[in-house]
């Protein structure tokens, strides 16, 4: 079956130090990742996605991540984490499993930057 | 350009009572979805809608109505409310093709007493 899987429930970092927020996924065939982004009150905002090519994805806000076929991974990064950073952040995963038209999300890990 | 907006913001309901969440989107997304947060569990789905006059059932679908008679407007029906309802409540457009990313509402904070 397929599912999305984000290990850790939370994330902590200091301020200026690099942070990496972990998602593995289990799709068939080749899906399309996604990243959001959740500040508290509000909905959840695009980030980035992996469609096809470079491993690496650039997104906003100066976060990455790095799509691993192997490992069937898709990693969220950013080299140097600011305190306004601080949010709930979720991997989702679309693909033929899915139909092609569901998106399904992981259950999300709270990132907190301490200053 | 308001994107997707969601009505109301917060609801208290009896158990047993019926309402209705709106979801209205200008942005001509032919694709729209209603799904629930709830701690620990992520966004599941609930019911989605490949275009107007067509939806189909999500992860999570029953106890929830919708329908689709227009491509803005995809309102999410409560028929007969229960505590194991409340939740917070997403509403998602996005363009079609299987890698567009979805827009999202700010919510519906939604409480069964």
């Known amino acids: 079956a397929q599912s999305v899987a984000q290990p850790e429930d939370q994330v902590n970092v200091a301020e200026g130090n690099p942070l990496t927020v972990k998602c593995t996924y289990s799709?068939?065939?080749?899906?399309?990742l996604f990243w959001y982004v959740q500040y508290p009150n509000r909905g959840l905002q695009f980030l980035l996605k992996?469609?096809?090519?470079?491993?690496l994805v650039k997104g906003s806000y100066g976060f990455e991540a790095e799509f691993n076929k192997s490992q069937t991974s898709f990693h969220l990064k950013k080299p140097s984490a600011l305190v306004s950073d601080s949010a709930l952040y979720f991997c989702?995963?679309?693909?033929?499993?899915?139909?092609?038209?569901?998106?399904?999300f992981g259950a999300g890990t709270r990132l907190f930057v301490k200053a | 350009n308001a994107g997707v907006t969601q009505t109301p913001k917060f609801q208290v309901l009896k158990t047993g009572q019926s309402m209705t969440l709106q979801c209205a989107q200008d942005?001509?997304?032919?694709?729209m979805s209603w799904y629930r947060q709830d701690p620990g569990m992520g966004l599941r789905l609930i019911h989605y809608?490949?275009?107007?006059?067509?939806?189909d059932q999500g992860e999570v679908p029953n106890g929830y109505n919708v329908s689709r008679s227009t491509t803005e407007d995809f309102p999410l029906r409560l028929l007969s409310a229960a505590p194991s309802q409340t939740s917070v409540y997403f509403c998602?457009?996005?363009?079609?093709?299987?890698?567009?990313?979805?827009?999202f509402g700010q919510g519906t904070r939604l409480t069964v007493v």
């Open positions: 998602a457009s996005r363009p079609t093709g299987g890698n567009t990313e979805a827009f």
């Open positions: 799709v068939s065939g080749n899906p399309y």
């Open positions: 992996y469609i096809t090519g470079d491993n």
């Open positions: 989702a995963v679309r693909g033929p499993d899915t139909g092609g038209f569901k998106t399904i």
């Open positions: 942005m001509n997304h032919e694709y």
């Open positions: 809608s490949v275009g107007a006059g067509i939806t």
